[in-house]
């Protein structure tokens, strides 16, 4: 690879490929049936899918560019024995290749860059859609009989719906460069396309600050006020900060990649939620691409998070974001002060 590219095009390039691969890995996983769910705290598990995507994206990126520091969520994903030569991703998407790189960013050194990773974005909703694959009634019920996440009333919603919530799931990777996140990818391993008549799964969306986004259309935002949310972490603030935001429409769903790809994709104009939970691989690649099309994401105050090595990783005081500057402080506007105070006082 020539090496006249600037490595930050480069790591996105790298980036763009992983991300692909570990998308099949999910997937896989998914397939085989054996999730392997382990509780982490709670209202927090962990699957052999995000345990391998971690592993997948990070010895793919660290063997090529040592000198990057690169944060995934997963604690202990299985470290024993060399990975699967499989799963070690080396080549770089050429059209990212390409890219003129912007002049602010060409005398990055690897050094300088700090990666979030977030291997599977939307967990619940991954370990939920595990049931829809079970195509025998009796499999699916036993399964949700031992399922430590779902409600009966997930389960019947589930039952009517095509894909489960298999959608919702994305694989972040998050590039920051001096604690702001300047590139991003958004993989959906189950985004359905038909191509020529065949079905194909899995898309890719990046951003580059200052050249832009790929990988998807964009669209304007809705006419009426939709407000995108969590549907598995909500509670009493959270919903006190949606009832404020006089929407027409508020949607429940799964994942910081799957809210903002709603915001790019003009099926929602603003995404709220004030609570902590999310962390900063959750939010530094919806972050970069959100920024790279024009939107702007920040805490619930209106402060933008940091992305240096050195920060802490919880996202403590929530997420606002929003498809431009103008809807962003519409949002921050109506979020009472009190509940700003309360957010403000977890850090
Ligand atoms: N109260 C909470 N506890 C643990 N994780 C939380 C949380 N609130 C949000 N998160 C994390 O933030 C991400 C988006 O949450 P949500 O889907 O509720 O909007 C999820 O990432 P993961 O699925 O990668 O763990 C989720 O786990
Ligand atoms: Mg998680
Ligand atoms: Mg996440
Ligand atoms: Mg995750």
């Known amino acids: ?70 944060i995934g969520e997963e604690d202990n994903p299985d470290t024993e024995g060399d990975i699967s030569s499989e799963w070690l991703a080396v080549d770089a998407d050429k059209e990212i290749l390409s890219i003129e ?39 699916r019920w036993k399964m949700y009989l031992t399922h430590p996440l779902i409600s009966i009333k997930w ?16 694989v972040l990777i998050g590039i920051s460069v001096n604690e702001k996140p300047v590139a991003g990818v958004i993989h959906q391993p189950y985004f359905k396309t038909l191509i020529d008549g065949e079905k194909k799964l899995g898309r890719t969306i990046w951003g580059l600050q200052e050249v832009g986004v790929g990988g998807f259309t964009a669209a304007p935002p809705p006419d009426s006020l939709v407000i995108t949310t969590t549907r598995s972490h909500s509670n009493p603030i959270v919903e006190k900060a949606l009832q404020v935001m006089n929407a027409s429409q508020i949607l429940r769903v799964g994942g910081a990649g799957y809210k903002v790809l709603q915001l790019l994709e003009g099926v929602a104009s603003i995404y709220v939620f004030a609570s902590p939970g999310c962390k900063k691989w959750d939010t530094c690649a919806p972050e970069a691409v959100l920024n790279a099309a024009g939107g702007k994401l920040t805490d619930i105050l209106g402060n933008y998070y940091k992305y240096g ?22 949002a921050l506007t109506r979020i009472p002060q009190e509940l700003k105070d309360k957010l403000a006082s977890n850090k």
């Open 155 to 170: 389960y019947l919603s589930l039952l009517q719906s095509d894909f489960g919530f298999l959608e919702h799931v994305t």
């Open 1 to 70: 690879m020539s090496t006249t590219i600037p490595v930050i095009v480069r790591v996105l390039a790298s980036s763009v490929s992983v991300a692909g691969k570990a998308g099949k890995i999910v997937r896989d996983v998914m397939s085989k049936g054996e999730l392997g769910i382990v509780e982490k705290g709670k209202d927090d598990y962990q699957t052999e899918a995000d345990r391998s995507a971690q592993r997948c994206i990070i010895e793919s990126l660290s063997a090529q560019y040592p000198k990057v520091n690169i």
């Open 101 to 139: 790189c912007p002049s602010f960013l060409k005398s990055v050194k690897e050094e300088d860059i700090v990666i979030w990773v977030d291997p599977l974005d939307g967990t619940s909703e991954y370990t939920q859609g595990a049931l829809m694959l079970k195509r025998d009634p009796w499999e």
């Open 309 to 330: 090595a050195s920060e802490g990783k919880p996202n403590k005081t929530g997420v606002l974001a929003a498809v431009n500057g103008e809807l962003h402080n519409y």
